[in-house]
């Protein structure tokens, strides 16, 4: 029997745009109410063509593809809402690579990697990545997903008593990797290296471990990281860094060594944070850093430890991904990412407010959430997929569309998604004034 | 259910996603201002009604503008609970 009473149910009715994901993860009873609740408001949203979310793709996460969504409706558009930043995940030779790995090894690992989950594929991903970044004593060690990453490598590296100072802009997978630590957290103000300084004068004292965790590309704002600073702080005042280059590793940097290349640290940074679903085409993620770290993760990172070891065929994928990314592809991918990046943000610039920098995570404000389900509908039926993020993912007010540009859009379709996003603009209230 | 009872049982869920958090919080100050973020908030407030027993709707709490706001909606919905 539902406990969602009349009064609930017509509040929702009548204002389901201003429903946040937040209110639905509230239980208040032994009653599953927030489930019926959401279950009503996903059926509202569909009833009112408006669900745009979880859209099935039918091919590869091309520049430009059809989605099906939950209402049946079929709709074209050009993708900005995938991270494939380089296209990777659908390159003939990585393909190729992916089936004769599945072909010489079967479909699972069968096993955590520390037990006897470990095939060779999964080393030569791992040399492959050693030799791609280029430093004397280092290892990786290698997880099912990113979001593993942070929370299996921050709960080993840090134990209660010890601190983990983040940027507040910090993924979640940060947090939860702290908080499953049982140290101490602190956030600094994004990007804020008095802020930093500040915090680290009161934690550090010669005794206690200190981690400082932030990210090379900050993908809810499109900003880079400042890496440099601090490291800098991290070594004045004796604490180990944590980088999540998710967003950035194989992109950033001369030789897509990341953020950490482009600011001139990356042999400065503790541990290196890669996610495989990015530009790597695949998925899974890894961390990089001195050997006797990488040992202890492997061992010490309980979901890692606890976790069948990465699938052999996207392993097999992801190394020849490695290496291409370490040829003139990867060259010429990582210099058309940044022209395209650019042209696209040109496009928008002054005519809507647009955020972060000049990374490939192009970010367009709109402010009032409760614009996000027609807005997002608006824009799949127009012909352009984004990723809009709101609150609590961002600050209440601070709604925005963010959107993925690839090495492989053309700059025709960029001019189409750009004109989409003004005609939004228009019809939506959030030109530039 | 007096003010102060409400109180304590709200900072013990701070205390609980802000570690470090000591007994005599300011009823006046914002939970950001304690370094809770957003989903730290949603724990906090769901958690204390559950301790509470008292169910505030959903959209009541988005105009809260600091601690002593969510105290006047637990008092205002303990009646209404009851």
Redesign the interface.
């Known amino acids: 029997m539902s406990t969602i009473d009349e009064t ?1 149910s017509k ?1 929702l009715k009548d ?1 389901f745009a ?2 946040t994901y ?2 639905f ?5 032994s009653e599953l109410e927030e489930m019926e609740l959401f279950s009503e408001w996903v059926d509202i949203l569909n009833k009112k063509n408006l669900y745009t979310f979880e859209a099935v793709r039918s091919a590869a996460q091309k520049t430009e593809i059809d989605l099906i969504r939950q209402n049946g409706d079929s709709v074209h558009i050009i993708n900005l809402s995938s991270y494939n930043y380089l296209g990777f995940s659908y390159h003939p030779d990585v393909i190729k690579a992916a089936q004769d790995a599945v072909g010489k090894y079967g479909l699972g690992a069968s096993s955590s990697p520390v037990i006897s989950g470990t095939y060779l594929v999964h080393k030569q991903l791992e040399e492959g990545l050693v030799k791609f970044f280029d430093l004397p004593d280092r290892g990786v060690s290698l997880f099912t997903a990113g979001y593993s990453v942070n929370l299996g490598a921050i709960s080993a590296f840090i134990k209660p008593g010890n601190h983990v100072v983040m940027d ?1 802009a910090s993924h ?1 997978s940060i ?1 939860e990797g702290a908080k499953l630590s049982g140290g ?4 600094f103000k994004h990007n804020d290296m008095l802020h930093l300084e500040e915090i680290l004068k009161k934690v550090c004292d010669g005794f206690t471990r200190v981690l400082i965790c932030i990210e090379g590309v900050y993908s809810g704002d499109g900003d880079y990281g400042n890496v440099k600073g601090v490291v800098e702080l991290a070594k004045k005042y004796g604490a180990y860094t944590l980088v999540d280059e998710a967003h950035s590793a194989l992109v950033a940097g001369e030789n897509g060594r990341g953020v950490c290349e482009m600011q001139g640290v990356l042999e400065d940074v503790d541990m290196y944070v890669m996610t495989f679903s990015k530009a790597f085409g695949g998925v899974g993620g890894g961390v990089y850093g001195k050997k006797e770290i990488i040992q202890y993760l492997n061992w010490y990172a309980r979901c890692r430890m606890f976790s069948c070891a990465l699938d052999p065929a996207v392993t097999g994928g992801m190394a020849k991904v490695v290496e291409l990314a370490g040829t003139e592809i990867g060259k010429e991918r990582r210099t058309r990412i940044k022209s395209n990046a650019n042209y696209f943000r040109n496009l928008l610039q002054g005519k809507v407010n647009v955020g972060g920098n000049d990374s490939w995570v192009v970010i367009v404000n709109f402010g009032d959430e409760s614009k996000t389900l027609n807005l997002n509908d608006y824009l799949q039926r127009a012909g352009l997929d984004t990723s809009i993020i709101q ?2 993912a961002v ?1 209440k007010g601070e709604a925005r569309i963010r959107m993925f540009v690839t090495s492989e859009h053309t700059e025709e379709q960029l001019k189409k998604a750009a004109n989409i996003i003004l005609s939004a603009a228009e019809k939506f209230d959030f030109l530039k004034k | 259910m007096e003010r102060q009872d409400i109180l304590k049982v709200i900072e013990k869920h701070l205390a609980k996603s ?3 958090i000591e007994a005599g919080i300011d009823p006046q100050k914002k939970f950001t201002d304690y ?1 809770a ?3 730290d ?2 724990e906090i ?2 958690g204390s ?2 301790e509470l027993k008292v ?5 009541e ?2 105009d809260i503008q600091n601690i002593s706001g969510l105290i006047d909606k637990f008092e205002a919905f303990a009646t209404k609970t009851a």
Do not use: A, C, Q
């Open positions: 609930m509040h204002h201003e429903y937040d209110m993860m509230m239980n208040m009873s507040e979640m947090v101490e957290m602190t956030y609150f609590p600050p | 802000v570690p470090g370094g973020n957003s989903l908030i949603v407030v769901s009604m559950r169910k505030i709707p959903r959209t709490l988005s």
